[in-house]
């Protein structure tokens, strides 16, 4: 069985950082050619929203969201079936549960547990 379990969300003030990680477990197959590996966050009475990942169709990939380029790098290492999220320059407006996300080259999808990233004075 496939797990993701993601670290790293916390408490920080606006214009601080936090690095989310991901770390996959389970039949390492699943992870090889996977169709997209990433970050999506989710606010209270709101669908979750991508947020950063790679995308391996077409030549591949990486995608960021308006609302987060130029403040957050997603990284990645496949080696550890691993992708992380530098989060720099927060916003009171990135507050939300963030997600990490697999979808394998079946289409089939994973979503970890999640993680609280809290920007606040």
């Known amino acids: 069985q496939v797990q993701l379990v993601e670290s790293g969300g916390g408490l920080v003030r606006p214009g601080g950082s936090l690095r989310l990680s991901c770390v996959g477990s389970?039949?390492?197959?699943?992870?090889?050619?996977?169709?997209?590996m990433g970050w999506y966050r989710q606010t209270p009475g709101n669908e979750r929203e991508l947020v950063a990942g790679?995308?391996?169709?077409?030549?591949?990939?990486?995608y960021y969201a308006d609302a987060i380029k130029d403040r957050f790098t997603v990284s990645r290492d496949g080696a550890r079936n691993s992708v992380f999220l530098q989060m720099s320059n927060l916003r009171s407006e990135d507050t939300a549960v963030y997600f990490c996300?697999?979808?394998?080259?079946?289409?089939?999808?994973?979503w970890g547990r999640g993680t609280q990233v809290t920007v606040s004075t």
């Open positions: 790679f995308f391996t169709a077409n030549g591949g990939t990486t």
């Open positions: 389970g039949n390492t197959f699943t992870f090889k050619g996977y169709n997209f």
């Open positions: 996300h697999l979808k394998t080259a079946n289409l089939r999808e994973f």
